[in-house]
């Protein structure tokens, strides 16, 4: 399981490499790298604000529209049985895919947060 860090709307995953001994990731959701280092938690955090805060200040400086951080739009691949079964299983319920498919996720996410 990663750990994820949030500043100002943005997220970074953190993990542990044994092979630079130190902790390591990347700004996760956007279309620009980020990639972010550090000694110790606290190390780590400072660095990931200081590069979103470059980050913003460089977009700014260069009239740059800052990665959009989530759309809220994404390509979901399934088998065409399943498409279909999901499809029949939202008509049931009187609602569409992609409310049937966005309920499933908020349940997962409900579930494993728990």
């Given at each position: 399981m990663m750990n994820i860090m949030?500043?100002?709307g943005y997220h970074a995953h953190v993990e542990y490499s044994q092979e630079d001994k130190c902790l390591v990731g990347?700004?996760?959701?956007?279309?620009d790298l980020i990639l972010i280092y550090g000694d110790s938690v606290?190390?780590?955090?400072?660095d990931f604000h200081e590069a979103?805060?470059?980050?913003?200040d460089m977009c700014e400086r260069h009239g740059k529209v800052p990665s959009k951080r989530y759309s809220g739009n994404f390509k979901l691949r399934?088998?065409?049985?399943?498409?279909?079964?999901?499809?029949i299983a939202a008509s049931r319920e009187g609602?569409?895919?992609n409310s049937y498919v966005a309920d499933a996720c908020l349940q997962k996410l409900h579930k494993s947060a728990s």
């Open positions: 949030e500043y100002k990347k700004v996760i959701g956007i279309e606290s190390e780590f955090e400072k979103i805060d470059d980050y913003l399934l088998t065409p049985e399943l498409h279909c079964d999901l499809s609602t569409s895919l």
